[in-house]
């Protein structure tokens, strides 16, 4: 039995299956995306379909936004919890989680040589599980189903939706993780799997962690409901019971693979080898410990053992706060903090050469500059003195992390463009892009985060407080305004790369990169490559040219 599964059918460079003529109808071409096995397909299914539902995620924002600064007199009550789960689980689960996803499915086995993704049906499978729930929690939550709502029925479909989503993002997280643990080219160790690859294993072993568990949880929350409702409260219970899956930590494992990402650019970028790269998969893989906070969910177990041992109440709190912010939210920002100073020592190392500052690499770094941001904010919001508890300040962080991925993410996707289309996404256009999405999440972010020292509610659109409410509302609302317009510009700027009318033709390493998607055709064949080798070094384009550094790389 083999976990990949390859094509003797004929096929172009692009992956489409060749028919007499060399020729393929609408119906044909309908029908290879439907029910393709080409990894590079299936996570452009992931990447686009996820950029799309972004638009109109950043939209509710904007509608959200509006709502507050009207004071809630827009809409009817009842919608109000309605927008904020659309919000708050789209900008996770229907935007991140499956855009850094689906770039590992489309990424991934090109760079460790394999043939195909393990397990592509599952894979595809997932996506179409994914897809269908997402459809089905927008019905659901367009008819007052979400949490707090008042159809039954519909917060009855939002549960299963919910879950069907989850199942859907574990299945392609299980194929992603299987390539990078059984279908490495030879002589490509653990420790010579190229740094997006590692970051994307862990993410994997994140979801495999984490999405079971509230898999679980929605089967309690939709029997309960469907029943007596007596064990979790409920239609007003689902938010309260779900909500961590949508804050920090577990918004950590959809950005785990962005500093992986800001690696890789780094050495294509400076020209040279990564520095410390032992260092760099531990500082990668303290990043994927957020996913331990949103597997015990609870934040104070420890204070409660402590606490019956017959410690003082303020030192139950105190061992706490420390023990908590220390392991979920304070490890996930020194592995981040570790890669972007260890980055820095590379690019630092290198000749006194000009780098090639491309609009990947710099939209990865903003990217990965508001997720750390977001990190931070994450560890002072549990911390009591503040006073920051049930503000928007969380808010705040949470459009951080998410925001930050995706600019990270449009990266991933103008660098590998040449890989999956055989063209360039304009440079100069994505440059422009990642300067507007760094101001829009600043936008959307930054006054939130003084609203909450201003005791701003969370979760609510009437209210009072000292200060300029409705400067700060408004802020955030353009931000959200101008994130939905970058996404679409983006969207834009790939379909016409796609479709041949934008962009220029690419060469097989038009970025001068050191790991193996390079040195294959561009646009990649099906089955990705002609010949699996092996390679005796994490940089194997480099080894033709350079000599072995002095740890034999």
């Given at each position: 039995m083999t976990t990949l599964d390859t094509s003797a059918a004929a096929t172009t460079n692009d992956g489409r299956a060749l028919v007499a003529d060399d020729t393929i109808g609408v119906f044909d071409s309908m029908s290879g995306w439907l029910t393709t096995t080409d990894h590079k397909r299936i996570g452009r299914l992931f990447v686009v379909s996820s950029l799309v539902v972004g638009v109109a995620v950043a939209l509710v924002a904007v509608v959200l936004g509006i709502e507050r600064v009207?004071?809630?007199?827009?809409?009817?009550?009842?919608?109000?919890?309605?927008?904020?789960?659309?919000?708050?689980?789209?900008?996770?689960?229907?935007?991140?989680?499956?855009?850094?996803?689906?770039?590992?499915?489309?990424?991934?086995?090109?760079?460790?040589?394999?043939?195909?993704?393990?397990?592509?049906?599952?894979?595809?499978?997932?996506?179409?599980?994914?897809?269908?729930?997402?459809?089905?929690?927008?019905?659901?939550?367009?008819?007052?189903?979400?949490?707090?709502?008042?159809?039954?029925?519909?917060?009855?479909?939002?549960?299963?939706?919910?879950?069907?989503?989850?199942?859907?993002?574990?299945?392609?997280?299980?194929?992603?993780?299987?390539?990078?643990?059984?279908?490495?080219?030879?002589?490509?160790?653990?420790?010579?799997?190229?740094?997006?690859?590692?970051?994307?294993?862990?993410?994997?072993?994140?979801?495999?962690?984490?999405?079971?568990?509230?898999?679980?949880?929605?089967v309690y929350l939709f029997v309960d409901h469907r029943n007596g409702r007596l064990a979790f409260g409920g239609n007003t219970g689902i938010g309260q019971w779900l909500g961590y899956g949508v804050t920090q930590p577990m918004t950590y494992v959809a950005a785990t693979t962005v500093f992986g990402l800001a690696l890789e650019l780094v050495a294509v970028t400076f020209g040279r080898r990564l520095q410390l790269r032992s260092v760099l998969y531990a500082g990668v893989g303290l990043v994927g410990v957020g996913a331990l906070g949103a597997v015990t969910q609870q934040t104070r177990n420890f204070e409660v053992l402590w606490r019956t041992a017959g410690a003082p109440d303020d030192a139950a709190e105190t061992l706490g706060d420390i023990v908590t912010l220390g392991l979920f939210l304070g490890l996930p920002l020194l592995g981040a903090l570790t890669v972007l100073g260890a980055g820095g020592l590379t690019a630092a190392a290198a000749p006194k050469v000009r780098p090639r500052i491309s609009g990947p690499f710099v939209m990865s770094f903003l990217g990965a500059g508001m997720v750390v941001t977001g990190m931070v904010g994450g560890l002072v919001y549990p911390i009591g003195i503040?006073?920051?508890?049930?503000?928007?300040?969380?808010?705040?962080?949470?459009?951080?992390?998410?925001?930050?991925?995706?600019?990270?993410?449009?990266g991933a996707v103008a660098y590998w463009a040449p890989k999956w289309w055989g063209r360039l996404i304009p440079d100069k256009q994505v440059l422009g892009l990642g300067a507007l999405g760094m101001i829009a999440t600043v936008l959307a972010s930054l006054p939130y985060v003084v609203a909450g020292f201003a005791d701003q509610p969370a979760g609510a659109v009437d209210f009072d407080y000292e200060g300029p409410k409705v400067l700060w509302n408004l802020a955030v609302t353009a931000g959200h305004a101008l994130m939905a317009v970058v996404v679409l510009a983006f969207v834009g700027l790939v379909a016409k790369t796609a479709t041949?009318?934008?962009?220029?033709?690419?060469?097989?390493?038009?970025?001068?990169?050191?790991?193996?998607?390079?040195?294959?055709?561009?646009?990649?064949?099906?089955?990705?490559?002609?010949?699996?080798?092996?390679?005796?070094?994490?940089?194997?384009?480099?080894?033709?040219?350079?000599?072995?550094?002095?740890?034999?790389?």
């Open positions: 009207a004071d809630g007199e827009v809409f009817d009550a009842s919608a109000v919890p309605q927008l904020f789960a659309a919000f708050r689980f789209g900008l996770v689960y229907s935007l991140a989680l499956p855009l850094m996803v689906g770039l590992a499915i489309a990424v991934v086995p090109l760079q460790v040589g394999a043939r195909a993704l393990a397990f592509p049906r599952l894979a595809l499978t997932g996506f179409w599980f994914w897809a269908s729930g997402l459809v089905f929690v927008a019905i659901a939550l367009a008819n007052n189903g979400g949490p707090a709502g008042g159809d039954p029925d519909m917060v009855d479909l939002f549960l299963a939706a919910y879950a069907l989503q989850l199942i859907g993002l574990l299945a392609a997280g299980v194929s992603v993780a299987t390539t990078v643990l059984t279908a490495r080219v030879p002589g490509m160790t653990l420790r010579r799997i190229p740094l997006f690859s590692w970051s994307a294993l862990v993410q994997a072993i994140a979801i495999t962690l984490t999405l079971p568990l509230q898999i679980g949880l929605v503040f006073g920051l508890s049930g503000t928007v300040f969380e808010e705040a962080c949470l459009v951080y992390v998410v925001y930050g991925t995706v600019l990270a993410g449009m041949g009318r934008g962009g220029d033709d690419a060469h097989d390493d038009p970025w001068g990169g050191q790991t193996l998607e390079w040195a294959t055709a561009s646009p990649a064949p099906r089955d990705n490559f002609a010949e699996v080798g092996s390679v005796m070094s994490p940089e194997p384009l480099l080894d033709s040219t350079a000599e072995p550094d002095e740890e034999g790389r």
